[in-house]
């Protein structure tokens, strides 16, 4: 007899309290029982069978629900995710690699406002994804003043005439000189650009470095 079939008649046995059903040893009367009544360890066999499928269908949806979790933690990281609707107005236009005539991967990157109104360059923040990974070189501001005593990281400067006054305004550029070697040929680079009131992207460009 299977030993779920034999622990479960106990814990029956022990309910009802009653230990004088079975003369001799808890054994012979469990083959007796077995023997009499089979039916009894098939319903139970059935009922330890539901309690397995029910348990795994569990752990099977608790999978499930982490999966999505860690999709949805990997978004911002994913900028292929998000909607491809996501107009391109702040556009790179160049990448160049090279100072002087030398190649030192100088990763000075310059973008355009391509739409048709100006936008506040203090209400504006940008990401940049290099191969579709975030880097850390967040740019907070594209107000000129501003951003000289904001905390930037990997970004030895920015300017042009999108940064020189309050308004980013169609067809003005902005140039940012991100860190050597932040780009090299071939890499796909997204800049995303955010206002920061309603934390709402607001443009979004690829371009092939």
């Not at 309290?17 to 077995?34: A, C, E």
């Not at 030398?102 to 355009?112: D, E, L, N, P």
Request: aromatic residues 10%; neutral net charge.
């Amino acid at each position: 007899m299977d030993q779920s079939v034999s622990l479960r008649i106990r814990e029956i046995v022990r309910e009802n309290k009653d230990t004088s059903l079975f003369p001799g040893s808890f054994d012979k009367y469990l083959i007796g029982i077995k023997k009499d009544h089979p039916y009894l360890s098939k319903n139970i066999l059935r009922e330890h069978d539901g309690g397995s499928y029910m348990i795994a269908t569990l752990l099977i949806l608790a999978l499930v629900v982490l999966a999505a979790l860690l999709v949805l933690l990997m978004m911002p990281q994913m900028p292929f995710l998000y909607d491809p609707t996501i107009p391109a107005i702040f556009k790179i236009i160049t990448i160049n690699h090279d100072d002087n005539g030398v190649r030192t991967f100088a990763s000075y990157v310059v973008v355009i406002n391509t739409g048709a109104v100006g936008f506040r360059n203090r209400n504006l923040e940008a990401e940049t994804y290099r191969n579709g990974v975030r880097l850390d070189c967040r740019i907070p501001t594209f107000h000129g003043g501003d951003y000289v005593s904001t905390h930037h990281f990997k970004i030895e400067k920015m300017g042009g005439p999108g940064t020189c006054k309050d308004m980013w305004d169609p067809n003005e550029m902005v140039f940012i000189d991100y860190a050597d070697k932040t780009f090299r040929p071939g890499d796909i680079v997204t800049f995303e650009v955010y206002d920061k009131l309603s934390g709402q992207i607001i443009s979004r460009h690829t371009y092939k470095a």
